[in-house]
């Protein structure tokens, strides 16, 4: 429940920041390799699996990408 709740509320960031954004902006590669990064750290000094908290990390971020994508082009829509 706890994970669904914060994945709810990284939702209503998203929702917001993408309003701030150009199309151009929603992909930052640069951000996202810095991001996983320092979750490959953090999760080696738990001593979780090799790969477990990137993969599930990358699956977050790429699914988000696509949601602001979406949410991008309704806001944006031409009337």
């Avoid at 320092?38 to 790429?62: Q, R, S």
């Amino acid at each position: 429940d706890e994970m669904i709740d914060l994945i709810a509320k990284r939702k209503e960031l998203v929702v917001q920041a993408v309003k701030l954004k150009t199309r151009d902006q929603i992909v930052d590669q640069e951000r996202i390799d810095k991001i996983l990064k320092d979750l490959n750290k953090k999760a080696k000094f738990k001593d979780l699996p090799k790969g477990l908290v990137e993969k599930l990390w990358k699956a977050m971020i790429y699914e988000f990408i696509e949601y602001e994508k979406e949410f991008f082009d309704e806001i944006h829509k031409k009337n």
